[in-house]
């Protein structure tokens, strides 16, 4: 893959090439999972322009980023405006606590054509429906890696941590599928600590897109962020759609690629559309 470099370290790997001039560049929830994650969904993908997988400093597998200092967490997710401004005519594509990176960071209003937000969430409402859902639904895996994993922070075991979560974030008939994509992933403990003590507990979304077509998608059965907060007034917004993919959870593209295709060439059509005309 083509590989870029931000100033502050952001990686940009394009992983598909084809005609147009939009770039959609795929930033991975987790944190700490890495853009691998989004694979799958850049390979459905059925939209005009490359597709770019994206990482911030020291995050999944980009640990030493070639400009990268060692405070590289300080300017999270704030450096995500440096990706948007390395490629022409950005639709950043933000996958659950990727979204939340996307929006607490106003400044990329003003270089995006479009934005996708993927099983994410407004605020940190959604922490709360999740919390009870894993006391409702106890795994006893989770709580014996668990275990494992507060006595010693290492990436297997955040991998082995994350893999037991599986029927948390995937249906049963998914779930095999589910567990190969996770075991094959970077883990970076680092990242994930940081979002924990710096962002997860205390996301507000500082912006909303006022012009820019934005789709909201997510798997009708996610039990892990709530797609309700979306429900306000404030999202109803004329240049926003909303898509709910049946028969998927929180990884949706994995479950239902073709509905997922449908609703993202949905939202290329709009960009490629002045929204006035849609609306």
């Not at 993927?118 to 009870?132: C, I």
């Not at 859902?133 to 082995?160: C, D, F, H, I």
């Not at 029927?167 to 940081?194: H, I, K, Q, T």
């Amino acid at each position: 893959m083509t590989e870029l470099f931000t100033t502050s370290g952001v990686r940009l790997r394009r992983r598909i090439e084809r005609p147009g001039s939009l770039s959609w560049l795929l930033l991975p929830g987790g944190p700490g999972l890495g853009s691998e994650s989004m694979f799958e969904l850049a390979d459905i993908l059925d939209v005009p322009g490359s597709i770019w997988m994206v990482d911030l400093p020291r995050d999944g597998s980009n640990l030493h980023p070639p400009v990268a200092s060692p405070a590289a967490f300080d300017a999270w997710p704030g450096v995500l405006v440096e990706a948007a401004k390395e490629l022409p005519q950005p639709v950043f594509v933000g996958h659950s606590t990727g979204g939340m990176y996307l929006l607490s960071v106003p400044e990329l209003e003003s270089h995006l054509v479009g934005m996708a937000l993927v099983s994410s969430a407004p605020d940190a409402g959604w922490r709360r429906p999740f919390f009870e859902m894993t006391k409702q639904k106890p795994l006893p895996g989770v709580e014996a890696a668990a275990k494992v994993y507060e006595a010693e922070k290492t990436a297997e075991a955040l991998r082995e941590l994350t893999i037991e979560s599986a029927p948390w974030n995937f249906l049963p008939s998914s779930l095999e599928v589910g567990r190969e994509v996770l075991r094959r992933l970077p883990y970076c403990v680092a990242a994930v600590d940081w979002s924990d003590q710096h962002f997860d507990d205390t996301y507000i979304a500082q912006w909303w897109p006022r012009s820019q077509p934005t789709l909201i998608v997510s798997g009708a059965e996610d039990q892990v962020v709530t797609q309700t907060l979306w429900e306000r007034d404030e999202y109803q917004t004329p240049n926003v759609v909303r898509r709910t993919i049946a028969d998927a959870a929180h990884f949706p593209w994995l479950e239902n690629p073709q509905a997922v295709r449908s609703a993202f060439r949905e939202l290329a059509d709009r960009i490629e559309v002045p929204v006035a005309r849609v609306r």
